[in-house]
């Protein structure tokens, strides 16, 4: 019998699981429980990285970003203030693909300004700009048409 099933027993003050009757509402309940999304979470998940992890993907949802750029907009004074290492944690706990975000940053870039195909690949992987890693930038640029 399940923790959550033996839970909501003992909640109830029913101990006995011979009826049908007094488990079945703790079974829906367990069922209700178990079909709800839920926050990442593990054992080893602190509230921090399981907050930066939430941030990371909110983040993720309204912009581009390289892989270095999203550990430092939730690990910088300017951004979530995370621990670094909570930001590093969240980010290598994400699915995502850094090409494809490259390809949406640089057709961000080009909705509000020309570059050159070098310039733009410049653009995604300087340290000063997105960060992106050279081959992701050229990936963006190439699938953009620029080069």
């Known amino acids: 019998m399940s923790a959550a099933i033996l839970v909501a027993l003992a909640a109830s003050g029913s101990t006995s699981t011979s009826s049908q009757s007094s488990s079945e509402p703790a079974q829906k309940e367990a069922a209700k429980a178990s079909s709800e999304p839920s926050k990442p979470s593990g054992p080893h998940y602190t509230a921090s990285q399981q907050n930066?992890?939430?941030a990371?993907?909110?983040y993720?949802?309204?912009s581009?970003?390289?892989k270095a750029g999203l550990i430092e907009q939730l690990s910088s004074s300017a951004g979530d203030k995370y621990p670094y290492?909570?930001?590093v944690f969240a980010?290598?706990?994400l699915q995502v693909n850094w090409n494809e975000q490259a390809v949406q940053?640089?057709?961000n870039y080009l909705s509000t300004s020309s570059f050159s195909c070098q310039g733009l690949i410049e653009q995604l992987s300087s340290s000063a700009g997105d960060k992106y890693t050279v081959a992701q930038a050229e990936y963006g640029a190439k699938k953009v048409g620029l080069c």
């Open 60 to 62: 993720l949802n309204t």
């Open 85 to 87: 290492q909570d930001a």
């Open 91 to 93: 980010v290598d706990h």
């Open 56 to 58: 990371a993907h909110n």
């Open 64 to 66: 581009a970003f390289s």
């Open 105 to 107: 940053a640089a057709k």
């Open 52 to 54: 930066a992890i939430e």
